[in-house]
């Protein structure tokens, strides 16, 4: 086809709306403003924090983190033929050429009523780090992790 496609959501945390913070509709919109299309070539990741304001006038800051990963094409290609009788010296002569590879926006995004966009960009730059090294740690407890702090009693223990 075109190449152009739909955003869709594939995890998110929480995974239920919080009654003061309901989920962004449209979220995946938001994050390819542009359109998901894919590429030839693989896009260095982007970042951006836009301020999303909800119908009762309370800002939503925006994070979002996107990089491209590799997908397959879905049209394999095969191989000109030059004429009968010819040959040419290749390692595999009757092999089809591998479909040429495409590579497709992938978005992290987080959503916070706090103005802190320095903040955002390690968090999701961690979480991106993690996810393509293929660490073996669950992403639920690196988010709880970046989501939790202990607050220490003022002259009392931790």
């Known amino acids: ?20 913070n309901p989920f962004p ?7 390819q403003p542009s359109g998901w299309q894919l590429f030839p070539e693989r896009n260095p990741p982007t970042f951006f924090v836009a301020v999303l304001t909800d119908i009762n006038s309370e800002r ?3 994070a979002c983190f996107t990089f491209w990963e590799a997908v397959e094409s879905p049209q ?7 004429g009968e009788g ?18 497709a926006p ?8 706090l103005d802190h966009a320095e903040v955002f960009r390690n968090s999701l730059g961690l979480i991106y780090t993690i996810y393509v090294d293929g660490l ?20 009392g223990a931790q």
């Open 76 to 82: 394999p290609q095969s191989h000109p033929r030059n």
């Open 136 to 155: 073996s740690v669950s992403l639920e407890n690196v988010i709880g992790n970046l989501l939790t702090c202990t607050i220490p009693i003022t002259g």
């Open 25 to 31: 509709q449209g979220i995946e919109l938001f994050c």
């Open 86 to 103: 010819e040959e040419e010296e290749e390692e595999e002569p009757s092999s089809p050429i591998q479909p040429a590879q495409l590579f």
């Open 1 to 20: 086809g075109s190449g152009d496609g739909q955003g869709q959501i594939l995890q998110r945390f929480p995974e239920k709306d919080w009654e003061d």
């Open 60 to 62: 939503h800051y925006c």
């Open 106 to 113: 992938k978005s992290l995004v987080l959503v916070s009523r």
